[in-house]
């Protein structure tokens, strides 16, 4: 069973006191662009799996493919561009819009009142295409310097693995600082499985929480980003 690392962090905080910092989650509303639905299907969320490659937008995708899925978008047969129950994809539609335009629901109706879906359609597309232009073009800048993107994983490397090892010692400390209770043993499950992953088995006679603190930033550092 796959536990969250907020699940561990909560557990271990109850045990020892605060010693990991557990994340506040940050959570759109759903007209403010928290929740895309699929554009072949507005029922469901808006997902890589989906089996219609026509459902789902990629950050990559080239701005032709992306004006070309937004016009074969799933909508109804109103022709009134207005957010409402049983409009479940011009509903979708316009939730993107105002998520990349910074529009409102009514300002959207307003501009498009008497026009068609296809108007509608369009502008939504071009709306995106711009606002996921400068991600695209800086991928493609950075993705042709491997030097630059190398120097990069190292040292985020390198940072991750003092982190990872100031981290480990403040919970062994906070550990042996109350010798009655034991330690979660799902954090000890854990750190046997990123040296086992990482390092190989642990010698016979090594404890493996003790085995991974010893060991877990040169593992760290030689790991690269794939």
Do not use: W
């Given at each position: 069973v796959a536990l969250r690392a907020r699940d561990i962090a909560e557990r271990f905080n109850g045990l020892y006191g605060k010693t990991f910092t557990v994340p506040e989650p940050y959570i759109a509303s759903?007209?403010?662009?928290?929740?895309?639905?699929?554009?072949?299907?507005?029922?469901?969320?808006?997902?890589?799996?989906?089996?219609?490659?026509?459902?789902?937008?990629?950050?990559?995708d080239d701005p032709n493919v992306i004006i070309k899925k937004f016009k074969s978008a799933v909508t109804d047969s109103d022709m009134e561009v207005a957010y409402r129950e049983g409009k479940d994809g011009i509903n979708n539609l316009m939730t993107i819009?105002?998520?990349?335009?910074?529009?409102?629901?009514?300002?959207?109706?307003?501009?498009?009142?008497?026009?068609?879906?296809?108007?509608?359609?369009?502008?939504?597309?071009?709306?995106?295409?711009?606002?996921?232009?400068?991600?695209?073009?800086?991928?493609?800048?950075?993705?042709?310097?491997?030097?630059?993107?190398?120097?990069?994983?190292?040292?985020?490397?390198e940072r991750a693995g003092y982190i990872a090892e100031k981290t480990l010692k403040k919970v062994m400390n906070m550990k042996n600082r109350l010798p009655q209770t034991r330690p979660p043993a799902i954090l000890l499950k854990i750190l046997g499985r990123v040296m086992n992953t990482r390092l190989g088995?642990?010698?016979?006679?090594?404890?493996?929480?003790?085995?991974?603190?010893?060991?877990?930033?040169?593992?760290?550092?030689?790991?690269?980003?794939?």
């Open positions: 759903s007209q403010g662009g928290g929740k895309i639905m699929s554009l072949s299907d507005p029922t469901k969320k808006m997902s890589k799996s989906d089996e219609n490659p026509k459902g789902c937008v990629y950050i990559l819009y105002g998520a990349v335009t910074g529009f409102s629901m009514d300002s959207i109706e307003r501009d498009f009142a008497g026009l068609g879906y296809g108007d509608f359609k369009k502008d939504v597309a071009d709306a995106v295409v711009e606002h996921i232009r400068p991600i695209r073009e800086k991928y493609e800048e950075l993705s042709g310097d491997k030097a630059y993107l190398e120097g990069i994983y190292k040292t985020g490397a088995p642990a010698p016979a006679s090594t404890p493996n929480a003790e085995h991974a603190g010893k060991m877990i930033r040169p593992a760290v550092k030689a790991t690269k980003v794939s």
